[in-house]
Nanobody, 119 residues
Framework: VQLQASGGGLVQPGGSLRLSCAAS????????MGWYRQAPGKQRELVAS???????NYAESVKDRFTISRDSARNTVYLQMNMLMPEDTAVYYC??????????????WGQGTQVTVSS
C-alpha cells in the first residue's frame, strides 16, 4: 500500500491550495483518512480527519478555512485550504487507516508535501 500526496506549493497569504492524497495497492477497505502537518521545530499535528462514515474533525486553527473531503471510489482524500496564512507553512502529510486483503488494518503515511505561505 502506498499513499501519494500532491498539491503543495508556494502561495501568497490569503490564497488557496488543494492537496490530494491517493492510496494504491491491495486495499480491502479504508476507514479514517486525514491530514497532519509539521512546521520546522514543531511537532506533527492533526489538521483534519474524515472517518469512514464521513464524520469530520478539524484543528481549531483551520476551522472555517480548510475543508477535508474524500472520494471513496478513488481511494483519495482532499484538503481544500483557503485564506492561507504564513502560520500554515509546513510539510503536510496524509494518513490513512487501511485494511488489506488479510483484513488487518494499519495506518499508512504519505510522503509529505510542502506548503509555503509567503509574500
Amino acid at each position: 500500500v502506498q499513499l501519494q500526496a500532491s498539491g503543495g506549493g508556494l502561495v501568497q497569504p490569503g490564497g488557496s491550495l488543494r492537496l490530494s492524497c491517493a492510496a494504491s495497492g491491495t486495499i480491502f477497505s479504508i476507514n479514517a483518512m486525514g491530514w497532519y502537518r509539521q512546521a520546522p521545530g514543531k511537532q506533527r499535528e492533526l489538521v483534519a480527519s474524515i472517518s469512514g462514515d464521513g464524520n469530520l474533525n478539524y484543528a481549531e486553527s483551520v476551522k472555517d478555512r480548510f475543508t477535508i473531503s474524500r472520494d471513496s471510489a478513488r481511494n483519495t482524500v482532499y484538503l481544500q485550504m483557503n485564506m492561507l496564512m504564513p502560520e500554515d507553512t509546513a510539510v503536510y502529510y496524509c494518513l490513512a487507516d487501511i485494511a488489506t486483503a488479510d483484513r488487518i488494518s494499519l495506518k499508512y503515511w504519505g510522503q509529505g508535501t510542502q506548503v509555503t505561505v509567503s509574500s
